[in-house]
T-cell receptor, first 117, second 114 residues
Framework: AQTVTQSQPEMSVQEAETVTLSCTYD???????LFWYKQPPSRQMILVIR??????QNATENRFSVNFQKAAKSFSLKISDSQLGDTAMYFC??????????????FGQGTILTVHP | EAQVTQNPRYLITVTGKKLTVTCSQN?????MSWYRQDPGLGLRQIYY???????DKGDVPEGYKVSRKEKRNFPLILESPSPNQTSLYFC?????????????FGPGTRLTVL
């Protein structure tokens, strides 16, 4: 079974600064996907970024980038030029790329990020 | 507009009173699933369905039932709700549970069982 751990329950950052959210995972799978989801106060789950495990290059989406360390099973999210609209709960998630139970997302506990003006 | 809808969005009920939370998607997705979100635990999968009439248990299926009679609908049934089922529930769908396809989430249903 896979586990995902987010060790930072809460974080805060000043507007325009950079913040990094941590995520570690445990799996015996060699092929999988990793995701960061954003959940603003509206509760909607919004996909921020995804990473395929077979790709060495770190994914980027505008101000969001990841640091994927496969050997260390680490998948951190860096938010640059933080904006007030980035205030949300952020979830790290894992999904197998095949076999049984694929399609299932395994989530971490979540990190509440607050961006201060 | 491509979307996943859930109803109701909020529900307060009492222990033992059967309820159904509906989920519908208009994207012709094959794979649908239900998650519950609890503080400190993240989201956990309750049940999933690979296609019509094909359903299976996720990580926390106890106390829940599902059915998939039509491709677009995947209702979650609580036959005898208990207070420990107070939670935020999400329905999600994706085209195929194979090569990566983005999962689309519904807006969530906040359930309180008294």
């Amino acid at each position: 079974a896979q586990t995902v751990t987010q060790s930072q329950p809460e974080m805060s950052v000043q507007e325009a600064e950079t913040v990094t959210l941590s995520c570690t995972y445990d799996t015996s799978e060699s092929n999988y996907y990793l995701f960061w989801y954003k959940q603003p106060p509206s509760r909607q789950m919004i996909l921020v970024i995804r990473q395929e495990a077979y790709k060495q290059q770190n994914a980027t989406e505008n101000r969001f980038s990841v640091n994927f360390q496969k050997a260390a099973k680490s998948f951190s999210l860096k938010i640059s030029d933080s904006q007030l609209g980035d205030t949300a709960m952020y979830f790290c998630a894992f999904m197998k790329a095949g076999g049984t139970s694929y399609g299932k997302l395994t989530f971490g506990q979540g990190t509440i990020l607050t961006v201060h003006p | 507009e491509a979307q996943v809808t859930q109803n109701p969005r909020y529900l307060i009920t009492v222990t033992g009173k059967k309820l159904t939370v509906t989920c519908s998607q208009n994207m012709n997705h094959e794979y649908m699933s239900w998650y519950r979100q609890d503080p400190g635990l993240g989201l956990r999968q309750i049940y999933y369905s690979m296609n019509v009439e094909v359903t299976d248990k996720g990580d926390v299926p106890e106390g829940y039932k599902v059915s998939r009679k039509e491709k677009r609908n995947f209702p979650l049934i609580l036959e005898s709700p208990s207070p420990n089922q107070t939670s935020l529930y999400f329905c999600a769908s994706t085209l195929l549970a194979g090569a990566y396809n983005e999962q689309f989430f519904g807006p969530g249903t906040r359930l309180t069982v008294l």
